[in-house]
């Protein structure tokens, strides 16, 4: 029985908490700031509640120490503090953040570190560096690298075509900071919610744009490998006009705070979401030019009794995989630990990392296809 903490008691971080008290193999601890939040937690005797607050380091300290792990699904201005903290405590560390300048931290803070720091462990960053990675070891030299992810309502029904699925800091964040990419070979910052496209995936479409931190590590692990390399965003089309509109017309980019209570308060939330994930690679093979596909759609649904959204599923069965597959041992025990760096079957064949299976896919048939590396 492995001892964890988990991080903030919001949608993801009691749903990691849930699926993880659930497989009989951790004892979790589930801690946030807030009496309200755990108070509106759904009573259940394997997770135990801690009311911490992040910013009391001696607090945080004395919750960690002697854990195993801790799990850290706290905004991402948080994340700085809950590494130190595991970092001074030998505490495995896993995160989910989207944010560029927090993982820097969390890798300064690895080196040298007796426990293994593990950022960017949900749906992206997360999960679609794995399968773009598995992707590129098919091809003798790689081109073009495409990633393309979404958590979309699967009934839009406002001008937005868009409900609130997870953390509106964190959707803000990504809509307003520069983003990685490689382009013509070189590893350079492009322009949030522009070089938009559209694109049809089984007779519905979409657009997709800019959106900073859901390429992860990856612009550094392929530079020099790849001739380009982007993430973009999904969304229903007319999303991003109105979005630039709200950023950059209105100024709001300059007054985060203000576009949250505006999103929160009209736009509504919903658990009937469908997450899309959408990953190309193209390169040479054979003398020829070819391109392999990883396209996905997970949607809400029960889980146990409850329903969850399609991206507290992908989210919280993501990092729950990572942090089995570190106490299985089958992760380096310590250091800075990119996502690509785990092998997609080990990840697929994981009880939960096993929900991205494609339907009708054997983990055997990843296992065989070619190992070239780029």
């Known amino acids: 029985m492995k001892n964890v903490v988990v991080v903030g008691a919001g949608k993801i971080g009691a749903t990691v908490a849930e699926l993880l008290a659930a497989s009989g193999d951790y004892h979790v601890t589930l801690a946030d700031r807030s ?79 007796e426990a293994a720091f593990v950022p960017q462990c949900g749906l992206a960053p997360g999960f679609v560096s794995i399968v ?46 520069p983003c990685e990419a490689i382009v013509n070979g070189v590893r350079q910052e492009v322009t949030p919610l522009e070089e938009r496209e559209e694109f049809s995936l089984d007779g519905v479409t979409y657009e997709a744009f800019n ?16 001739r380009n390399l982007n993430y973009r965003t999904i969304r229903y089309p007319g999303h991003a006009m109105i979005m630039r509109a709200l950023l950059n017309d209105l100024r709001l980019r300059d007054r985060r705070h203000v576009l949250k209570d505006i999103l929160e308060q009209a736009v509504p939330t919903t658990s009937q979401d469908v997450v899309i994930i959408f990953v190309t690679v193209s390169g040479h093979r054979g003398g020829r030019l070819v391109q392999e596909t990883y396209a996905n759609k997970i949607y809400s649904r ?73």
């Open 35 to 113: 009496s309200d939040s755990l108070a509106r937690l759904e009573r259940n005797d394997r997770i135990q509640c801690a009311m911490v607050d992040v910013e009391d380091s001696p607090k945080l300290t004395g919750l960690l120490k002697g854990r195993f792990a801790v799990v850290s699904a706290a905004p991402f201005n948080l994340t700085a503090q809950i590494a130190q903290a595991a970092r001074s405590t030998a505490t495995h560390y896993l995160d989910l953040t989207e944010d560029v300048a927090s993982t820097r931290r969390v890798r300064e803070l690895a080196a040298g570190a």
């Open 132 to 177: 773009a990675f598995d992707l590129t070891k098919r091809f003798e030299r790689l081109d073009t690298v495409k990633l393309r992810v979404g958590a979309l309502p699967q009934y839009p029904s406002n001008a937005l075509n868009y409900n609130l699925t997870w953390s509106t800091d964190g959707v803000i964040n990504e809509y307003c900071e």
């Open 211 to 226: 959106t900073a931190g859901g390429i992860g590590t990856l612009c550094e692990t392929l530079a020099g490998k790849v």
């Open 302 to 374: 029960d889980v146990g009794g409850r329903i969850l959204s399609a991206i507290q599923i992908t989210t919280g069965n993501a990092i729950c995989a990572v942090l089995d597959l570190l106490a299985g041992n089958k992760l380096a025990p310590s250091g800075f630990i990119r996502q690509e760096d785990i092998a997609l079957a080990l990840f697929l064949e994981n009880r939960f990392g096993n929900v991205f299976t494609l339907p009708g896919e054997r983990v055997a048939d990843r296992q065989n296809t070619g190992s070239q590396r780029p």
